[in-house]
């Protein structure tokens, strides 16, 4: 099996202010919690999320309502999130600061492309070959069918892909006639 480095969505994001902005909300130790409540009344209100993005309602007007619905934790980040005018990045800031949350605790992320999913112990020792590989104390392995890979299976961690499909092991032998008769 090779491993192929290739750039993720992650990777492509990691320079977006969002990603900023997680890591920060990671650094600040703010308790889970605190972080989650706050995350939870975003998706329940969403009106909240057009409030604080909506340029015509003055600034103190926002930090009012941050002050009155979010966690006392939370209120100076979410302040700070309106006065730059990022709050149309909110579930990607969230979504980083989870990112940052797993990497601490050892958790890893993994995607398995397949057209049959793996029974229970396929899918135990893929999750412990990735935290062997990758140095993880837990690996989470979200499974993904993908009929056009014909049979096999495609794995990405990170910015490494293992690619054990048919439709791989087709393209790299096309690849390899291709060359040999140029």
Do not use: H, W
């Given at each position: 099996m090779r491993a192929v480095k290739m750039k993720t969505d992650r990777e492509v994001r990691c320079s977006s202010p969002a990603v900023s902005y997680g890591k920060?909300?990671?650094?600040?130790?703010?308790?889970?919690?605190?972080?989650?409540?706050?995350?939870?009344?975003?998706?329940?209100?969403?009106?909240?999320?057009?409030?604080?993005?909506?340029?015509t309602i003055p600034l103190k007007t926002k930090y009012s309502v941050?002050?009155?619905?979010?966690?006392?934790?939370?209120?100076?980040f979410m302040k700070t999130v309106c006065r730059y005018q990022k709050m149309g990045l909110i579930r990607e800031i969230f979504a980083a600061y989870d990112r940052c949350r797993e990497k601490q605790a050892g958790i890893i992320n993994a995607?398995?492309?397949?057209?049959t999913p793996p029974g229970e112990a396929q899918k135990k020792g893929i999750e412990a070959f990735i935290?062997?590989?990758?140095?993880?104390e837990e690996a989470k392995l979200s499974v993904l069918r993908d009929d056009s890979l014909i049979g096999g299976f495609l794995l990405r961690v990170g910015s490494d892909e293992y690619d054990w499909s048919i439709k791989g092991r087709m393209d790299r032998l096309a690849q390899e006639l291709g060359c040999a008769i140029h």
């Open positions: 920060v909300l990671f650094g600040m130790n703010i308790p889970e919690g605190a972080v989650d409540k706050t995350r939870e009344i975003l998706r329940e209100v969403p009106q909240l999320t057009d409030l604080f993005m909506n340029p941050a002050d009155k619905v979010f966690p006392a934790e939370m209120r100076s995607r398995l492309y397949c057209v935290c062997r590989k990758y140095g993880a």
